[in-house]
């Protein structure tokens, strides 16, 4: 599972990834007769949304591993016990699995990777250029740092010399060989496949045969060699840089093509354990049943999938807050009411700060937008007021939720925001942006087992405890894909 191929570039490599994450849900759900008895999580792995099945594939694969680990309890607790005590609960944990999984707010703010054990790998996409050129030096990150234009390409600027007053003549092997025949024809109409330049003025061409001629200056190149002699009748001053710029003749000098690495990385997770102990009284639990049929095992299903959900997306806000870092003064929104417009008229001006936050995030990655806003109760509350803001349909608030949108953007309300220092931040928010496939996400949550209970054991004092354990890991990635803003007067 997750294998690629050599050669690929990083956008199919990327999707060969996502495709193999659906490949293999659907092969799960295949194999374990689910297409009837989870028709929606079936439905999901045939969606023409490349994100939903993604999300389901997601699924299949965690609901799996659940199965697994419940197979695993059967040899280690005995089939008796586990038929006893485990058996009525394992349908319950398959069924929050497969509500739980697909509804995390990770699938919003980060990109979740299923493990397929304890100790597995993640994914992470990170291109690089190979080559000092256009702009850009070897190792520089794609997208991040900024070429003239000109990388995938065969133009070229080498640096002949460096004029200290007195040198009149300079000697320089180019780095390519140079492109030459029927030159006019392929650059589009120019006559001369030599331009030297002093400071980046023109000062010499060449006659396409190999003689460099200028004011005050003459020399040879050797298209072939890549050999090149200029000699000056007045020496260059002192500081002033002397180029050739010229087309590489990439048919018969390979090195002229430019390379990327594509930085498709394969990193090492080891799922950390995140159990939880729950209790209950036996009496009570008869007494409930008697009156109202209380089942406790449906009841635990509940409250634990809901409490699993919270405390994980809960903890990857605040992971993501630290990642961000303090509030950007310059996202900082004053919403004080103005004379002559109405609050909600003052509220949509929010725009602008969010138009600046995408400008941040793009300047700072080179790549990217606002994907989401995460904001506090107060920051919600001029969100939810502004008058391109489309509430969701249907709204659960449990937790950190989604609202809607606003200008394209999802947006999910955090009752629980904290600031950087760890105490209730109401008024601010966090931006962020996804990522151009999985693998470039800003954080990747590497999933094992979303949730796995232990036997029911009752205590001599007649008291009812089991234990249920989370398994995952998370990685930052792109840290440069998140900023914190603030909204005030309220």
């Known amino acids: 599972m997750f294998q690629f191929l050599a050669g690929e570039s990083a956008n199919e490599q990327g999707a060969d990834y996502a495709q193999t994450v659906v490949t293999e849900g659907q092969k799960i759900c295949e194999d374990n007769s689910w297409e009837e008895k989870y028709p929606m999580l079936a439905a999901g792995l045939e969606s023409s949304d490349p994100r939903e099945q993604y999300i ?31 058996g009525d609960i394992a349908p ?38 190979t080559s000092t050129a256009a702009g850009v030096s070897a190792g520089d990150e794609v997208f991040k740092d900024q070429t003239d234009g000109t990388y995938a390409s065969e133009q070229n600027t080498d640096t002949v010399g460096t004029g200290d007053g007195s040198t009149k003549t300079f000697n320089k092997t180019l780095t390519y060989k140079v492109r030459y025949t029927d030159f006019a024809c392929q650059t589009g109409g120019q006559t001369t496949p030599v331009s030297i330049k002093v400071d980046g003025v023109e000062v010499a061409t060449d006659d396409g045969a190999g003689t460099i001629t200028g004011t005050g200056i003459t020399g040879t190149i050797d298209y072939d060699t890549k050999a090149l002699s200029l000699t000056w009748t007045t020496a260059p001053t002192a500081g002033q840089v002397i180029t050739c710029e010229y087309y590489a003749n990439s048919e018969s000098d390979a090195t002229a093509i430019r390379e990327l690495q594509l930085g498709l990385n394969v990193i090492p997770v080891v799922a950390k354990s995140h159990p939880l102990r729950l209790s209950w009284s036996v009496q009570a639990q008869l007494a409930a049943t008697a009156a109202i049929a209380l089942d406790v095992e449906d009841t635990l299903s509940v409250i634990a999938g809901q409490f699993l959900k919270i405390e994980r997306d809960r903890q990857l806000i605040r992971y993501i807050g630290t990642l961000a870092g303090a509030v950007d003064t310059d996202l900082v929104f ?4 103005v004379s002559g417009l109405s609050r909600r ?25 606002v994907s989401w806003i ?25 937790g950190a939720h989604v609202v809607g949108t606003v200008d394209g953007v999802t947006v999910i309300e955090d009752p629980a925001m904290v600031g950087t220092t760890g105490s209730a931040a109401p008024t601010e928010y966090l931006v962020g942006y996804n990522g151009i496939l999985p693998g470039d996400s800003g954080v990747i949550i590497a999933d094992w087992i979303p949730v796995y209970f232990t036997p029911t054991d009752i205590s001599p004092d007649l008291q009812g405890k089991k234990a249920l354990l989370s398994m995952y890991d998370r990685v930052a990635n792109v840290t440069t894909y998140y900023k914190r803003g603030r909204i005030d007067n309220v």
């Not at 594939?57 to 005590?85: D, H, P, Q």
């Not at 319950?92 to 100790?119: C, E, K, S």
Request: aromatic content about 8%.
């Open 56 to 86: 389901n594939g997601y699924t299949a694969i965690l609901m799996r591993n659940e199965a697994m680990f419940v197979e695993g309890a059967a040899k280690r607790y005995g089939e008796s016990t586990v038929s006893s005590f485990l």
């Open 92 to 129: 319950r944990i398959m069924d929050v699995v497969r509500v739980f999984a697909p509804n995390t707010i990770a699938h919003i703010i980060a990109n979740a990777q299923p493990l397929t054990a304890m100790t597995g790998q993640i994914v992470v996409i990170k291109p690089t250029f």
């Open 334 to 337: 004053d919403a004080v009411a």
């Open 345 to 369: 008229e003052k509220f949509g001006d929010f725009v602008i700060t969010l138009n600046q936050a995408k400008r941040e995030i793009f300047t700072a990655s080179g790549r990217g937008s």
């Open 374 to 398: 995460v904001a506090g109760t107060t920051a919600a509350v001029v969100i939810k007021s502004m008058p391109g803001f489309v509430p969701a349909a249907a709204v659960t608030p449990i």
